[in-house]
């Protein structure tokens, strides 16, 4: 009896009607739907019927609160990069009402976006979190009805059967190198040394790259900068500790090399390039920096060594002849006393 409900008496069935599954299985099935609001236990009574004699007994029956049913998703734009804002429009229905909708992307490293409602409609702006992975993702919906009863939705029921929510096509973007660095001895410097003759000068070459993806590698040319018969081969960079570099995993990726005098002064022109998790690569038109090459002697020290420290020379010859000269006047005005 299920008059409360406002199916008034409902028969059940134990020979494969009504949702039964097995005949003469002594379990017996009715197959109900209910469209009313009221939910909670619900007395029932159950009446039975056999050859000779007819009982009842209470039945206590729960009710859920049906959860609000998400109708359309929109996103404008479908396809966007991390970081970006991304206008979304939703439409939901409920029994007891929609009380709030909102875009849940917590668990991406997100924040929880309340939508405001205007004639039925929920709108409004999220910025994609970096970390939301690339490609076609599932937006999380978070739709709380009037009575609180919330849900995630991911389906959207267009003709009353759920079918998949649209997708947001998150991009991939390519690594990206922040800076470009040489560095002699341990140290930062404007320019490459190239030598006059003897022996090369050792350089080390720095790249900071960066991706919210992780970086895979990261390659350089380095044209006349490179072994004899590597000028236009990729070579690796090294982010371990290795080869130069100096905190392994710190996003700063290296390479050494060793100039030789026959180069010449002037620019010239190296590419460095990286390629995330996901294979996407620097694209070549950011790959391109201009490298300073001057001459130097073997030494490394940019020139004669007399040239750069002319001026403290002089200064130290002139502070010599003026103590030779103080000196001997004080000895002169000495020996004239003593006479």
């Given at each position: 009896d299920l008059t409360r409900m406002g199916l008034g008496i409902v028969e059940l069935s134990d020979s494969g009607l009504f949702g039964d599954y097995t005949i003469h299985d002594d379990i017996w099935t009715a197959l109900i739907v209910y469209d009313g609001l009221e939910y909670g236990l619900m007395d029932v009574t159950v009446g039975m019927q056999d050859f000779w004699v007819y009982v009842e007994e209470g039945a206590a029956l729960e009710v859920t609160n049906a959860a609000p049913r998400m109708m359309s998703l929109v996103f404008t734009p479908e396809s966007v990069p991390r970081g970006d804002s991304v206008e979304v429009r939703i439409t939901a229905v409920d029994g007891h009402g929609i009380e709030s909708i909102g875009i849940d992307l917590l668990s991406a490293g997100g924040e929880l976006t309340p939508l405001t409602e205007s004639d039925g409609v929920w709108s409004g702006q999220f910025t994609v979190p970096y970390g939301m992975a690339p490609g076609e993702r599932?937006?999380?919906?978070?739709?709380?009805?009037?009575?609180?009863?919330?849900?995630?939705?991911?389906?959207?029921?267009?003709?009353?059967?759920?079918?998949?929510?649209?997708?947001?096509?998150?991009?991939?973007?390519?690594?990206?190198?922040n800076s470009v660095s040489v560095l002699r001895d341990g140290e930062q410097v404007e320019a490459i040394h190239v030598p006059e003759s003897g022996d090369t000068i050792t350089h080390t070459l720095e790249a900071t790259i960066e991706d919210p993806d992780g970086v895979s590698s990261a390659q350089a040319r380095i044209g006349r900068l490179a072994p004899i018969g590597s000028s236009d081969k990729w070579l690796l960079m090294a982010d371990d500790g290795t080869g130069g570099d100096r905190l392994?995993?710190?996003?700063?990726?290296?390479?050494?090399?060793?100039?030789?005098?026959?180069?010449?002064?002037?620019?010239?022109?190296?590419?460095?390039?990286?390629?995330?998790t996901y294979q996407s690569m620097t694209p070549d038109s950011l790959q391109s920096h201009i490298l300073q090459l001057v001459k130097t002697d073997s030494g490394g020290?940019?020139?004669?060594?007399?040239?750069?420290?002319?001026?403290?020379?002089?200064?130290?010859?002139?502070g010599l002849l003026m103590a030779l000269g103080i000196t001997a006047v004080a000895v002169s005005l000495r020996n004239s006393e003593l006479e």
């Open positions: 599932i937006v999380p919906v978070r739709i709380t009805d009037g009575e609180g009863e919330s849900i995630m939705a991911e389906h959207v029921h267009r003709d009353g059967y759920p079918e998949d929510a649209p997708l947001l096509t998150i991009v991939n973007e390519a690594p990206w190198i392994s995993g710190d996003g700063v990726y290296t390479i050494q090399f060793d100039v030789r005098s026959s180069l010449p002064e002037g620019n010239i022109t190296i590419q460095i390039r990286a390629t995330d020290g940019g020139g004669s060594w007399i040239c750069d420290n002319a001026t403290t020379l002089v200064l130290v010859v002139l």
